[in-house]
Every structure is written in structure tokens, then in C-alpha cells.
């Protein structure tokens, strides 16, 4: 069955950086464009960014673009997002998510989510 | 950026009843954009209805979703115990940004 795992969360200063990656399993990865979609404790879902299957497509969400960086591997089946520059309203629980179909933005996949704390 | 606003931010209702969920948008979405989620405490979300009504795979008749322009719903036609959970409603263009609404939370009267 489809699955997506998430991986490197935890606690950073602000100003720190942390890598987050995904691992895909139980569909062809490389067929399918992938999302990182954020949510802050006890809010709502914000939408982060957003990667074609082969990456050549990428988008981000104004508040995170110029510090967080979206990537894939498809040979390891995985997602990653690089996030520089950390700040307190950074601190979510962040889930991948795999789109619908190849150049949809609705997303029918999620992993369980991994937290990301930004405090001093 | 287009704004989506859900109504009732909670609503209490019983099982077996008929839930109505609504979701307004700033300015006219396409149909083929709006999408509803379910969350439950501690979990991920789940995708309801993509395209404004067509549902996603395993997603009981029971949900139904309509709309068109700026006002789409989401229809609960009989509530089952496992149902009561925060709803979100997404848009989406043919290109971001992609929004959320702040979510209907449904809780059991």
C-alpha cells in the first residue's frame, strides 16, 4: 500500500536550518508530483511547496520562498525540503503529500506528519 | 490570492443527521479546483472530493460535494459516528498558490 514517511524534525534555534525528507513506498514515485503542506499547532493547513515529477516544475508559497528549498530523489524514492532561515512561525507539523494526478494541486496521499519546533 | 471562508466554524449535530458544510471563495474558483478534506485529531488529512463533487477512491456516497463560482458545499447525508472531524476545503488554479479554508469543525451534539 502507499506510504509516506517523514523524517528530520525536531527542535532548532531560530535562524537554524533542517532538512526534512520523505520516503515513499507502494507507488511509482517518479510518476507523481509531490507537496509539502504545513500546519501550525491548533491552526489550519497552509500549503509550502510543490515538485513536478522529474523537478522540473517547482513552486513555493510566498512565505516560505528564498528559505526553503524542494527536492527529489527518485532513484531513492524520496522528497526533501531544505529549510534555511528558521523562524518561530515556522513551527508546524510538516506532511508530504503526493498529488491527485500529474499537474493537480489536490492531494490524495499523506505521510503522518513530523513536527518542526523553532525556539530559543 | 483567493481567500476561502467556511461556515459554520463548528457545528453540532447527532448521528444520522444531515450535516451542510460551506466553503465561499474571494473571487470564482473553478469547479475543477476545490477539493474538501477530512481530519481527525492526530491524524493526516484525507481527501474527500476533488473537482467539487467527484469523490476519492474508498470515500463513502454518503459525502457529496456541489458548487460552482464562489460557493461550494460539502453534504454529510447521514452521520456515522466516525464522520465528526475538522473539514477543510482547498483551491487550487492551474497553478499556485493553493489555499485552505481556516476549516468546519463537526462535533457531535
Known amino acids: 500500500q502507499v506510504q509516506l514517511v517523514e523524517s528530520g524534525g525536531g527542535l532548532v534555534k531560530p535562524g537554524g536550518s533542517l532538512r526534512l525528507s520523505c520516503a515513499a513506498s507502494?507507488?511509482?514515485?517518479?510518476?507523481?508530483?509531490m507537496s509539502w503542506i504545513r500546519q501550525a499547532p491548533g491552526k489550519g493547513l497552509e500549503w509550502v511547496s510543490y515538485i513536478s515529477n522529474l523537478a522540473t516544475t517547482i513552486y513555493y508559497a510566498d512565505s516560505v520562498k528564498g528559505r526553503f528549498t524542494i527536492s527529489r530523489d527518485n532513484a531513492k524514492n524520496s522528497l526533501y525540503l531544505q529549510m534555511n532561515s528558521l523562524t518561530a512561525e515556522d513551527t508546524a507539523v510538516y506532511y508530504c503529500?503526493?498529488?491527485?494526478?500529474?499537474?493537480?494541486?489536490?492531494?490524495?496521499?499523506w505521510g503522518q506528519g513530523i513536527l518542526v519546533t523553532v525556539s530559543s | 490570492e483567493i481567500v476561502l471562508t467556511q461556515s459554520p466554524g463548528t457545528l453540532s449535530l447527532s448521528p444520522g443527521e444531515r450535516a451542510t458544510l460551506s466553503c465561499r471563495a474571494s473571487?470564482?474558483?473553478?469547479?475543477?479546483?476545490l477539493a474538501w478534506y477530512q481530519q481527525k485529531p492526530g491524524q493526516a488529512p484525507r481527501l474527500l472530493i476533488y473537482?467539487?463533487?467527484s469523490r476519492a477512491t474508498d470515500i463513502p456516497d454518503r459525502f457529496s460535494g456541489s458548487g460552482s463560482g464562489t460557493d461550494f458545499t460539502l453534504t454529510i447525508s447521514r452521520l456515522e459516528p466516525e464522520d465528526f472531524a475538522v473539514y477543510y476545503c482547498?483551491?487550487?488554479?492551474?497553478?499556485?498558490?493553493?489555499?485552505f479554508g481556516q476549516g468546519t469543525r463537526l462535533e457531535i451534539k
Open positions: 482547498q483551491q487550487h488554479g492551474s497553478s499556485p498558490p493553493i489555499t
Open positions: 473537482g467539487a463533487s
Open positions: 507502494g507507488f511509482t514515485f517518479s510518476d507523481y508530483y
Open positions: 503529500a503526493r498529488a491527485l494526478v500529474a499537474g493537480r494541486f489536490d492531494f490524495d496521499q
Open positions: 473571487q470564482s474558483v473553478s469547479s475543477n479546483y
